[in-house]
């Protein structure tokens, strides 16, 4: 007798199924789960905005609980994306409005978020609870009033990296004296001060809260007043962390630090006073994240932290560490899987401090469980990549930064291709590469051979020619997000591998050398993407076939053209009727 | 309240029957069997207290599985066991075939009784987790029902613009049309040009804004493909199986006819549809090389001169013959010319348009 899959519960076993790319699986077996698997599917992700529409995503899963949105492409962060060029969330939250009157949780990243977007929020779902929005823009304090004022149910409200338009410190004080289910706040990217009675208000008012992250305005001698209201924080970012030196500051200070048991996470530290460092010392055994990146405090004094913390999974500093501040977290945090190394000065030419490939080095060798780093150097060798690459196999993301573009081995002056080479072939499991200095069209070859696992390639003035894309392209199954700056890269491996594409979230390509002609093409023969010129040149339509154009982002979607865009951005092959046709 | 059919008195046990769907009937412990709500629920509706009176037990409850169940019962309406003695009792007791499992999970579910439904359920999810589609096909041996074009996230209705709804009936019809001409190798001529004059209304309203020269051209191009649309208008939303649907990903091979077979393979096999940009992609070879030809037939590439167009396909399909059988010459040449080969290639766009706050390398913001 043949069995056949327990259909009565299926959507039982789907809500064991917490991934993504498994929900997405099980929808894709059959009819019956496609339509057991919509029905009840809670949480959606949506990574790029204009890959689908509000629409499409509604007639499909009709009980949606949580979203999360991405906007802009990553390389906006370094102000590539011209201003205007989309990512609107508007016709989401109209649309959410109207539909998913129990919503609970939006998540956007690098959209543009307006007051009335936060209005609508905040009036039309009754149980609204997670607000998060990481480098969005458009939206000012009234809209946080507002939402502070009508969510009663709140409980996330965290602001990361945002550009709010400041109107005034006000909006805190738009919670209501009912308002008591608060679990995390964090507004470290505001600027303006908040009135502190009502900061205190509200911490003291909310037992959950877990998550307080202050921005600069909050003085240092205010802080232990707050954390004597919320010892059970788990996670807190200071403000300012400088005063004049006084010993009963000091003294509450470190008391009120003692008292946080569960404290794991700290940030902020902005204009560090180094008398006032050991104030946290009670709390660095049980650390399992430090921020200090800003902190310009030299490196004794972040030593004298940093030894402390044992437990430390995840680093963030500035390169006033050193390299000897890395030895001392190569020796001390065991635990750590994280690494995350800023520039404190990344336009001067010159070193001025003593951080070099050597400490990163160090870390891989001590740190056994490092997975993720994020390091900016002024120097690097094949050598160095390659010990790092036979120390730590189980990398899964490598973004390193050598300030000076196309600088070449310190030691050999070589071009580091060996060096990321030995990376991509040593740690099978990276998922995310990021690569500066000297390259050539070797490392692509590299990468295309062994990057069997990459996800996300990020690259800038490297390579020689067409070939070191066409590696890229063709050889790296996983491949997701391909974005690609200054390089010399034009039709030929683009329309080579065009197929590829449809297999892929995204691909940017800016200051190379693709040329109209071909983004015509492709945009033609592919309907399943969008092939966006983005160009802020005058009469784009004169431009003869073979220049070049200043910046393409291509990506699938299934929502056909966009109508939002600004003048400067225009989808090839299709008018802007949104109808398929042939400019 | 019954009377406790007890065999051996001395072991002061309450018994109950229970009989399962083929008609076998067994006893089993009262205290044992209660831990189930169907059963408790029988009981104290009067049932089971005599071989003659016993509990029918749901269709999906057979013999194994009732034994299975018990035993589960038996282990855990035992008051004094920890939670680790019980975790590690489900551990072992969940290890069996794909077949009894879902057996299991059915009766388990038709006695109510939850904590197996749920460790059962669990297990069944982890047999899901990080499987493709086919994958967990062959795993449960469900049947693949869903059409090639119903795996693709199909354009419905996406706004109430009728120029969106064209749209998406020429994605449909392009697929039907490409189905039909697969099977009959005939391209009809003549429904084509019944068809002709409706659409052209349609287009040149759409096109009417447009006042382009190339309007006409442009609409005889477009009319070809829009005849390939037929309906799919209003398929109802919810069900995905009356689309044929309008697949975004047309012509993912395009002009490059050349392509490698493993370049292809990776593509077809590494279309596991990432829906968490709920987009699906078709893998069917055969209808993206009828769909190129198609496009080729029809002279899409309208703005471009054709003969152009035509250079530009040769080239790219030089370039990737070339590509696929020369490259290691190539790179030879490439390690040959040395690190002689510098950028005067980058002046174009040089760096100019970098640095501003981008820091240097351009590829990392100080995040914070």
């Known amino acids: ?583 | 309240m019954s009377e406790p059919d007890v065999i051996k008195p001395e072991m002061m046990k309450s018994y109950i029957w229970l009989q399962t769907a083929d008609g076998s009937i067994q006893q089993v412990e009262q205290e044992v069997a209660i831990f189930c709500p169907f059963i408790c629920h029988e009981i104290h509706a009067g049932m089971g207290s005599s071989k003659t009176y016993p509990i029918s037990l749901p269709a999906r409850v057979n013999p194994v599985t009732l034994s299975l169940i018990l035993d589960y019962c038996r282990f855990h309406q035992v008051p004094g066991r920890s939670n680790k003695e019980r975790k590690s009792f489900d551990e072992k007791f969940i290890r069996m075939d794909t077949n009894r499992l879902c057996e299991l999970t059915s009766a388990a579910d038709s006695l109510q009784l939850k904590p197996l439904v749920d460790l059962t359920s669990r297990a069944l999810a982890r047999m899901i987790e990080g499987k493709t589609p086919e994958e967990i096909r062959e795993t449960f041996h469900i049947p693949d029902d869903l059409t090639e074009e119903e795996k693709l996230e199909p354009l419905k209705n996406i706004t109430d613009d009728p120029r969106i709804r064209l749209l998406n009936r020429l994605y449909a019809r392009k697929r039907k049309e490409l189905k039909e001409k697969e099977k009959l190798k005939n391209v009809e001529v003549e429904a084509e040009h019944v068809d002709d004059r409706s659409v052209d209304e349609l287009l040149s309203f759409i096109n009417g804004e447009n006042g382009d020269s190339k309007e006409v051209k442009t609409a005889k191009n477009k009319k070809k493909n829009r005849r390939r649309k037929e309906q799919q208008k209003n398929a109802p939303p919810v069900c995905a199986n009356s689309n044929t649907s309008s697949s975004p990903s047309n012509g993912t091979k395009e002009s490059n006819g050349v392509s490698s077979v493993s370049r292809d393979d990776r593509v077809k096999g590494h279309c596991l549809p990432n829906i968490s940009e709920l987009l699906k992609l078709q893998d069917s070879e055969d209808d993206r090389f009828a769909l190129d030809d198609d496009f080729d037939d029809c002279d899409i590439g309208d703005g471009i001169d054709p003969e152009i167009k035509e250079q530009i396909d040769r080239e790219v399909e030089d370039f990737a013959r070339r590509l696929n059988s020369d490259w290691p010459e190539r790179v030879q040449e490439l390690l040959s010319l040395g690190q002689e080969r510098r950028p005067s290639l980058y002046s174009i766009n040089g760096n100019g348009c970098s640095t501003k706050r981008s820091n240097a390398s351009g590829l990392e913001k100080h995040e914070k």
């Open chain 1, 1 to 583: 007798m043949t069995y056949s899959f327990p259909e009565e519960v299926l959507e039982h076993v789907f809500s064991f199924l917490t991934s993504q790319n498994d929900r997405n699986a099980a929808s894709l077996v059959c009819r019956t789960w496609y339509e057991m698997e919509r029905w009840c599917r809670k949480r959606i992700f949506v990574g790029n905005c204009y890959a689908v529409n509000p629409r499409v995503l509604i007639r499909r899963f009709p009980e949606v609980k949580a979203v999360e949105l991405k906007g802009k492409p990553h390389f906006a962060d370094f102000n590539l994306v011209p201003e205007g060029w989309g990512g609107f969330v508007y016709p989401w939250i109209v649309e959410f409005a109207r539909v998913y009157p129990w919503l609970e949780e939006i998540r956007l990243k690098r959209m543009v978020v307006t007051d009335e977007c936060l209005e609508i929020v905040s009036k039309a779902f009754r149980n609204f609870k997670v607000l998060i929005l990481s480098s969005c823009e458009g939206f000012s304090t009234d809209g946080l009033a507002a939402v502070a004022a009508n969510c009663r149910n709140l409980r996330v409200l965290d602001l990361r990296e945002c550009e709010v338009e400041e109107l005034s410190g006000h909006w805190l004080s738009h919670f209501p004296d009912s308002f008591t289910s608060l679990e995390s706040l964090n507004i470290a990217c505001l600027s303006l001060e908040v009135s502190f009675s009502a900061l205190e208000r509200l911490v003291s008012r909310s037992p959950n809260l877990k998550t307080l992250r202050l921005n600069r305005t909050v003085p240092l001698e205010k802080i232990s007043k707050l954390l004597q209201r919320a010892p059970q924080l788990a996670d807190f970012g200071t403000g300012a962390y400088s005063a004049e030196i006084r010993p009963d500051v000091y003294s509450s200070l470190q008391e009120a630090f003692s008292g946080c048991k569960k404290l794991k996470s700290l940030s902020g530290f902005w204009d560090v006073v180094p008398a006032y460092l050991p104030a946290v010392f009670p709390v660095c055994s049980q650390l399992t994240y430090l921020n200090l990146s800003y902190a310009t405090t030299q490196s004794p004094d972040l030593i004298k932290v940093i030894s402390q913390c044992h437990n430390l999974q995840r680093l963030v500093v500035l390169d006033y560490i050193e390299d000897m501040g890395l030895d001392t977290v190569a020796v001390t945090c065991k635990d750590l899987r994280e690494l995350v190394v800023f520039p404190s000065d990344p336009f001067v030419a010159d070193a001025n401090v003593l951080l070099t490939e050597e400490g990163l080095v160090s870390v891989s060798q001590g740190c056994s469980k490092l997975q993720s780093v994020l390091y900016f150097c002024r120097q690097m060798s094949n050598s160095a990549l390659i010990s790092i690459s036979k120390n730590r196999p189980n990398l899964t993301c490598f973004r390193l930064c050598i300030l000076e573009p196309r600088a070449p081995d310190y030691l050999t002056f070589e071009p580091l291709d060996v060096g990321f080479g030995s990376i991509v072939e040593n740690c099978k499991e990276l998922t995310r590469l990021s690569m500066s200095g000297l390259l050539t069209d070797r490392v692509f070859e590299y990468i295309g051979k062994h990057a069997k696992k990459l996800d996300m390639l990020s690259v800038a003035f490297a390579g020689d020619s067409d070939l070191g894309l066409h590696h890229v392209l063709s050889g790296c199954e996983s491949l997701r997000k391909l974005e690609i700056r200054d390089c010399p890269f034009g039709d030929k491996a683009l329309l080579a591998n065009a197929s590829k594409l449809l297999t892929m979230r995204s691909l940017w390509m800016s200051s190379c050398f693709v040329s109209f002609g071909a983004c015509k093409l492709l945009g033609q023969k592919m309907p399943g993407l969008n092939v966006e010129v983005i160009d802020e040149r005058e009469n784009l339509n004169l431009l003869p076939e073979n220049a070049p154009v200043e910046k393409v982002y291509i990506y699938r979607t299934v929502s056909g053209q966009r109508l939002d865009m600004p003048d400067f951005v225009r989808i090839m092959g299709k008018d802007k009727n949104g109808v398929y046709n042939l400019l």
